[in-house]
């Protein structure tokens, strides 16, 4: 972006629009839209969720991507959603620059920031040009020092914060320093539909593509293969001790990502390529859950999982370890099985229960279902519209 302008220049541009402006322009600030190869985050799928969702003549969505263009782009392109993608490098500080352009250029009202150099950056270029700025809180994940002492300087620069889970608001308090009474709890919503009614033939052919008899207990892992995070590995360290009650079980690893090779040797050195199947990167999730017995989540750390909510409207039971926002959304005995974070054991005797059990399989089957309702992206995007509109209220009575 190379139109030449001052910092004054910009500064009144955006100020002082009325509340009452339909629609209300919010842009909502992306550190990266991908990771290398297309794959696509947590928070990226959020934004693919929600954005196509607003009431346009309440809510107009302007996306903006610190880094490069991404392949991931096109998924968005086809909702209607067109990503601008300024283009710099990761500590390139013109990138401040651009998005006080970007405000300007587009008459935004509201900023919506989300990663950790949007949120400083974002934070900021509002108040350079007096817009309120919403963070948006995904992961778990520390900050160094540095990092966290920039945060923390920039929290009385926040209107609101939003929190995919208790244990995530709990970071942002803590972490960022944003005052507790500015920090909503808004649980990720998603396509109900999408994940309820796959294709009739979905389960014989995703099974027929693994080489996998319908009757052969089927366990799933779906995500980035991350595994200090994700952790794969210590599924396929369960696998052993899984077999010893199921012989008949595989797993299937769905996602790709820097650790899939470490994986694949694991699975060599347990003897499991027989049991073990990559499927890589995939796009027809529906269709996959359709073909499994028990999801399995042995992630380490977790703001809130989409995979527990899709897998709950499937109506696949869930195991997962009880770490981060995982027991929000997955309770135990009623919609899915936890067990202690790191325990092996436990993870695999999971597992073989739900496998074993029809009777507990069917129990949670029916409560996620249930569940699963107070996760639909129709009641989280009602409430992303109300949390905008107090927030333009309490910005204009500020400014009086």
Known sequence: MTEKGSIN????????????????????????????GGLVTGGTTYLLETLPNLDQTK?????????????????????????????RKKLDPRALIDLLRVLRDHKVDLVHLEGKKSLIL????????????????????PLGPWLQFSQRC?????????????????????????????????????DFDRFASSAPDACSRI?????????????GVIGRIVIAVKGQDLLIHAMPKLLER????????????????????????????????????????????????????????EGLPYVALEAAAAGCP??????????????????????????ISGLAEAIARILQDQALAVTLKTGACQSAQQFTVERHVRRLEEIYSEVMKRWEQNER
């Open 122 to 141: 974002g934070r900021i270029a509002a108040r350079m040009v007096n817009l309120p700025a919403i963070v948006h809180f995904h992961d778990m994940f």
């Open 154 to 190: 920039l929290a009385p620069w926040t209107a609101a914060a939003l929190a995919v889970s208790q244990a995530v608001q709990t970071v942002a308090i803590n972490e960022y320093a944003i005052s507790k009474q500015l920090v909503e709890v808004l649980y990720n919503g998603y």
């Open 9 to 36: 220049d910009l500064k009144g541009s955006s100020a002082g629009l009325p509340l009452s402006r339909s629609p209300l322009k919010v842009l909502f600030v992306k550190d990266t839209l991908g990771k290398t």
């Open 207 to 219: 099974r027929a593509e693994l080489g996998v008899a319908d009757s052969t207990p089927t366990i």
């Open 59 to 87: 809510i107009e969505p302007i996306l903006c991507i610190l880094r490069p263009r991404d392949p991931v782009a096109n998924h968005f392109e086809s909702t209607g959603i067109y990503p601008m993608f300024l283009s």
């Open 246 to 301: 199921c012989p008949d079980a595989v797993l299937v690893i769905v996602g790709d990502g820097p650790d899939r090779r470490v994986c694949q040797s694991l699975v060599e050195k347990f003897g499991l390529n027989s049991k073990v199947h990559f499927m890589g990167q995939r796009n027809d999730i529906p269709d996959i859950l359709a073909a499994m017995d028990v999801v399995a989540i042995p992630s380490l750390s």
């Open 318 to 343: 869930v195991v997962a370890f009880r770490t981060g926002g995982i027991p929000e959304v997955i309770i135990n005995h009623e919609t899915g099985l936890l067990v202690e974070k790191g325990d």
